[in-house]
């Protein structure tokens, strides 16, 4: 049985509306069935704090990394139809998609490891939707006569009747970014992103009372001279990290400007400037950091693929619209899976 760590909010039901305590229930009966199929050495991680968008789940490997869940309690019977991008037809004629929205979480939690916990970043990251309300049985039947719903699909989503003994598979196939370094030797600075992501609330729910246990992951005794001595070796750390981050951002934009027009497909070797070009099928703003947040569908020879671009809030581009085709000039980010923007220009269909 996997660990549980965070909270999950069973309890003062009663005075939440319908809708909120069906959306409740379904999270805690997902977090039960996680803990039940995955093996011991799994953290099943409740409502972390990772951003401004914090998820419902993020479940921790030691052999296959990190994956963000997102919990929806829908039933399938006001549900008019299912696309192949992860979005729902509603019979009232709105638009939801889920799938979206757990990227966003995915993306925070990149960026929160990427900037504090540099050691983590070399394992695999991704991501799924789970419809506790109803059963893949039922989306085939309700997508039937329409798209036919793709292996990228399937990847990112799980159903009712797919929270059993495949859990684990099925965690580890839905993967974004994968570079195959397990984090077993990691496990102390594993412990310390979990008391951060938790607000250092450590508890594992036992199943069988539904009551809170510790599982023994305990904060450090407080020590005033330990403490300023860490917090000086921090800010020099810090301090020299902006230093390198300063010059190598003013190399790079020197070379953008002596060579922007020569760089295309042909010489990413030597430098991963690229040219991407595709339709825009989500759009994020973070007005905490400025930057812009991009899904792109790129379509090759029929094959539809789907990218994730940031543009920086120093880069000007023009007003971008969900739905149409844009030419992304762009660098590859392998480390994050991910391309930073430097110029936008709209395609004309």
């Not at 889920?98 to 925070?108: A, D, G, I, R």
């Not at 970014?177 to 008391?195: D, M, P």
């Not at 902006?242 to 295309?264: D, F, P, Q």
């Not at 595709?278 to 905490?288: H, L, M, Q």
Request: charged residues 20%.
């Amino acid at each position: 049985m996997a660990k549980l760590v965070g909270e999950v909010n069973n309890d003062s039901f009663l005075s939440k509306s319908q809708n909120i305590v069906k959306g409740q229930i379904g999270e805690f009966e997902t977090g039960k069935l996680l803990c039940k199929y995955l093996p011991e050495d799994c953290y099943v991680i409740a409502h972390p704090t990772i951003g401004k968008y914090d998820p419902d789940f993020i479940i921790y490997s030691p052999k296959w990394g990190f994956r963000i869940i997102e919990v929806k309690n829908w039933s399938i019977d006001p549900i008019k139809n299912i696309h192949n991008d992860g979005s729902m037809e509603w019979k009232n004629n709105e638009i939801t998609n889920p799938l979206y929205q757990v990227k966003l979480h995915y993306q925070e939690l990149i960026e929160l490891i990427q900037s504090n916990y540099p050691s983590l970043i070399n394992t695999s990251f991704g991501y799924l939707v789970v419809h506790y309300g109803f059963s893949r049985h039922e989306v085939l039947r309700k997508s039937s006569g329409s798209e036919s719903l793709s292996e990228q699909f399937w990847k990112h989503h799980l159903f009712s009747d797919q929270l059993n003994e495949s859990l684990e598979h099925s965690l580890q196939k839905a993967f974004k970014s994968k570079r195959g370094f397990g984090l077993s030797q990691r496990k102390a600075e594993i412990e310390k992103f979990i008391n951060r992501i938790t607000n250092n609330k450590l508890y594992s729910m036992n199943m069988k009372n539904e009551k809170t246990v510790d599982i023994g992951l305990h904060k450090e005794e407080y020590n005033p001279r330990i403490e300023n001595f860490r917090f000086i070796s921090r800010f020099i750390g810090i301090l020299i990290i902006l230093l390198l981050g300063a010059w190598i951002i003013s190399v790079t934009l020197t070379n953008i400007g002596a060579n922007s027009e020569e760089y295309h497909y042909a010489n990413t070797s030597n430098n991963p400037l690229i040219v991407i070009e595709g339709k825009v099928s989500g759009f994020n703003y973070n007005k905490k950091n400025g930057n812009k947040y991009i899904t792109l569908l790129i379509d090759e020879n029929n094959n539809v693929t789907e990218e994730y671009l940031m543009i920086p809030k120093s880069t000007k581009v023009p007003y971008i619209n969900v739905g149409q085709k844009y030419s992304f000039t762009a660098y590859f980010l392998g480390a994050v899976d991910s391309f930073i923007v430097t110029s936008v220009s709209h395609l004309t269909e």
